[in-house]
């Protein structure tokens, strides 16, 4: 977060899921401010526009992975463009779209981070495979292609596989996790915080430990994925997959706060803001006031 200079790149892309409407999430973000809100934090912010998602329409489909050349065709085009970002020293911003651009998004960090630590803000894991999905919505395996499981086309993006590690993985505020995607938790002993953990032990306590951890991982960067059904419906109404009983919008505001404070976040990415599905642009809203949080806005 010492990086002063800001990269955002707008992924309007909803080929990880059925419904439409987040693709026009780049665009409600920037309507909601958050180019002005960076710079009137400090920030040097250069917008990079948003990458070209090409709108097709196929006359057959797999229906353990739905859209696949497109969701290959934007992951291959975000990679490129994170790369050219990290590449010129800017911290890159990234704006969904749907959660399926994480593929993009780590296989462009895996070209400077070889042991990328990852805060996974999400009320879902999504790290099932074709073989365990039960919708083939690509938008729930980005974690698992991102370690190597899954379709062999989207694990090999950019020749790096996999591109992170999971012991290197925190996923905060699940509570929605297909019973695969379980085994595979399990199996690789991937550290989860469930909406059980955040009320016992508090969200200060939960982004200690993480904090902690990550830094006994000896991680060479830090990338937060936020997803913005992390947070309860009642604060962000605009999502595709909402689910109740998730973390409040002060606890979200705390983590992102601590976060900053520690100074370790090299990259984020704010996904699944659909604006069909909002209230006057109240999630969007929700995401840039995080942002701000995230890169030091303070009240006094």
């Known amino acids: 977060m010492d990086n002063k200079k800001i990269s955002v790149i707008g992924v309007p892309s909803d080929y990880g899921q059925h419904r439409r409407g987040v693709d026009m999430g780049p665009s409600a973000i920037r309507y909601a401010g958050v180019i002005e809100r960076l710079e009137n934090i400090g920030y040097e912010v250069k917008d990079e526009g948003d990458i070209l998602v090409k709108r097709k329409v196929n006359a057959q489909q797999d229906p353990a992975l739905l859209n696949l050349g497109e969701v290959i065709e934007v992951s291959i085009q975000l ?4 790369e050219e970002v990290i590449k010129d020293e800017r911290f890159p911003l990234i704006l969904g779209g749907d959660h399926s651009i994480s593929i993009g998004t780590f296989a462009g960090l895996a070209t400077r981070y070889k042991n990328l630590g990852v805060i996974w803000y999400d009320a879902h894991a999504d790290i099932n495979t074709p073989e365990t ?16 499981l899954g379709n062999e086309r989207l694990v090999n993006i950019n020749g790096i596989a996999p591109k992170i590690k999971p012991e290197n993985i925190i996923i905060i505020g699940a509570r929605s996790v297909d019973p695969g995607e379980r085994e595979i938790i399990k199996k690789l002993g991937i550290k ?10 508090g969200m200060a306590e939960v982004i200690e430990r993480s904090i902690a951890y990550l830094k006994e991982q000896k991680v060479d960067g830090v990338h937060l994925s936020l997803d913005l059904d992390g947070i309860d419906p009642l604060y962000t109404p605009g999502v595709g997959t909402p689910v109740p009983g998730g973390i409040t919008y002060r606890e979200s505001h705390l983590a992102m706060e601590m976060l900053e404070e520690v100074g370790f ?7 699944e803001v659909n604006p069909i599905l909002d209230e006057r642009n109240k999630t969007a809203d929700a995401a840039v006031a995080l942002m701000g949080s995230l890169f030091g806005e303070k009240l006094v």
């Not at 990679?79 to 994170?82: A, D, P, W």
């Not at 976040?265 to 996904?271: H, N, P």
């Open 79 to 82: 990679s490129n463009k994170i």
């Open 133 to 148: 999905s039960p919708s083939g919505n690509i938008h729930g395996m980005p974690l698992a292609i991102s370690i190597g």
């Open 192 to 201: 989860v915080y469930t909406m059980h953990e955040i009320d016992r032990l």
């Open 265 to 271: 976040i090299t990259s984020a990415e704010f996904v």
